[in-house]
């Protein structure tokens, strides 16, 4: 769980701009939560995570008070790349990264909500099945959503899980669930907020990798 809540991430204002620097700061902590899955599936989300970070903060870097949130770097990006918008720079970017951190907190909630197979209670193959198919399935051709579905038949148990999240301390499963409620508040609403922006500015994308 401290892989979590060490990098918390901020409240959000009333007006649901997310400052980039905080934000990059939080998610940059993100990639290892995928190794908590255990399968080499995962890996290339983890990749993918890592890089479009990494291509973000080049764009926050080179003006950090025009891109002071994410709101100004895709608004300033329409205007700069015109046509080409939304399918490039940093708004591309932001567009894959939410879906990785989409897949977290769907994920993370599952498990908070108490979502198990019955006949498997200590699986996370439920939860993970959710997450992929809420988060990340519709935007995969056919060859990736099967590579993922032998992925989360992999998924290891959810007290080991638990364990990896807390950087392999034992710990009560409640206490653990307690501060993932507790991580995912502002987590959850800092990803909710980036989706919002996307649907009102039109820069969804919904072609398939």
């Known amino acids: ?4 809540m060490e990098h918390q991430f901020r409240q959000l204002p ?11 700061e939080a998610v ?14 995962f890996a290339p989300i983890k990749a993918d995570i890592s890089g ?23 608004e300033a990006e329409k205007e700069m790349y015109g046509a080409e918008w939304p399918k490039v720079g940093a708004t591309l970017a932001l567009l894959w990264l939410k879906r990785g951190l989409r897949f977290i907190q769907v994920l993370l909630q599952s498990l908070v909500d108490g979502d198990k197979d019955e006949n498997n209670p200590n699986l996370i193959r439920v939860n993970a099945t959710k997450a992929y198919e809420v988060a990340l399935k519709k935007y995969h051709g056919w060859l ?9 038949y992999a998924a290891p148990y959810k ?8 950087k392999g301390k034992e710990v009560k499963e409640e206490d653990c669930l307690e ?29 398939r990798v």
């Not at 080049?58 to 003006?63: C, F, I, Q, T």
């Open 28 to 41: 940059s902590y993100l990639p290892p939560f995928f190794d908590c899955l255990g399968s080499a599936v």
């Open 52 to 74: 479009n970070i990494t291509k973000i903060k080049a764009v926050y870097d080179s003006n950090p008070i025009r891109f002071k949130t994410l709101q100004n770097i895709v």
């Open 14 to 24: 009333a007006d649901k701009q997310v400052e980039t620097r905080p934000f990059l």
């Open 179 to 207: 501060k993932i409620r507790k991580f995912l508040v502002n987590y959850a609403a800092t990803v909710d907020a980036i989706y919002e922006m996307y649907t009102k500015t039109n820069a969804e994308l919904d072609y």
């Open 159 to 166: 007290s080991d899980f638990l364990k990896s999240l807390s």
């Open 144 to 152: 990736i959503q099967n590579l993922f579905k032998g992925a989360v």
């Open 1 to 4: 769980m401290a892989l979590l």
